[in-house]
């Protein structure tokens, strides 16, 4: 159990509905970050958040937001779904590992999200 | 730009078997590396990293990983695998200042018996 909870575990939507995915990090962990893993792109970086604040953005569309709550909790907003966004979004979180270093990502289970 | 390479999508070996999983990377600056493990159906776990310091590293699970500078490599290796290890690995890069890690798109790994 890496600390990391997300949920729902699974998820079906249909194509232009919205969705909200939610993480809970490692106590006293202050980043998350969101990641999109599908058969054909792998696992690809979308957003990091550290207390409060967007930190750092990646391959993510603008139909996807992301924010993290005063209590550290993240959701992340999926909206006009589409087929293609079917995949396993994973939620971690780290901790400072001293000299300004990433620290160690801690991977929740993952949520799988299916559009038909 | 930043990028990792793991070149074998696929890879079986027999149990008791060495192993030998390869990652390239590039990034401009020191780079920290990083191996992760995901059995089915399950998040991903840090087998082990690389700041800086002595270029090989242990893990768990017996598992050490090699950082060759000259070569761009971070090659995760174990002496004699267990069917236990049957999972996907992935290869991944940060570094100092950014706070994106870059996956590689992973390595399956089958064991058999």
């Known amino acids: 159990d890496s600390g990391v909870t997300q949920t729902p575990k699974h998820l079906i939507t249909a194509t232009g509905q919205r969705v909200t995915l939610r993480c809970s990090p490692r106590?006293?962990?202050?980043?998350v970050y969101w990641y999109q893993q599908s058969l054909d792109q792998g696992l690809q970086f979308l957003i990091q958040?550290?207390?409060?604040?967007?930190?750092a953005k990646g391959n993510i569309l603008e139909r996807f937001s992301a924010q993290q709550f005063p209590d550290l909790h993240s959701e992340l907003n999926l909206s006009s779904l589409e087929l293609g966004d079917s995949a396993l979004y994973f939620c971690?979180?780290?901790?400072?590992?001293?000299?300004?270093?990433?620290?160690?990502?801690?991977f929740g289970e993952g949520s799988r999200l299916t559009v038909l | 730009a930043q990028s990792v390479t793991q070149p074998d999508i696929h890879i079986t070996v027999s149990e008791g078997a060495s192993l030998e999983l390869r990652c390239n990377y590039s990034?401009?600056?020191?780079?920290?590396l990083f191996w992760y493990v995901q059995s089915p159906g399950q998040g991903l776990q840090l087998l082990l990293k690389?700041?800086?310091?002595?270029?090989l590293v242990q893990g768990i699970k017996g598992f050490e990983a090699e950082f060759k500078r000259s070569q761009s490599s971070f090659n995760l290796r174990k002496p004699s695998v267990h069917w236990s290890d049957a999972a996907e690995y992935f290869c991944?890069?940060?570094?100092?200042?950014?706070?994106?890690?870059?996956f590689g798109t992973g390595t399956r790994l089958k064991v058999l018996a």
């Open positions: 971690a979180s780290s901790g400072l590992a001293g000299e300004n270093r990433p620290g160690e990502l801690f």
């Open positions: 106590s006293g962990d202050l980043s």
């Open positions: 958040y550290y207390n409060g604040e967007e930190r």
């Open positions: 990034y401009g600056a020191t780079p920290y």
């Open positions: 690389y700041f800086s310091g002595d270029t």
């Open positions: 991944a890069v940060g570094g100092p200042g950014t706070y994106k890690y870059i």
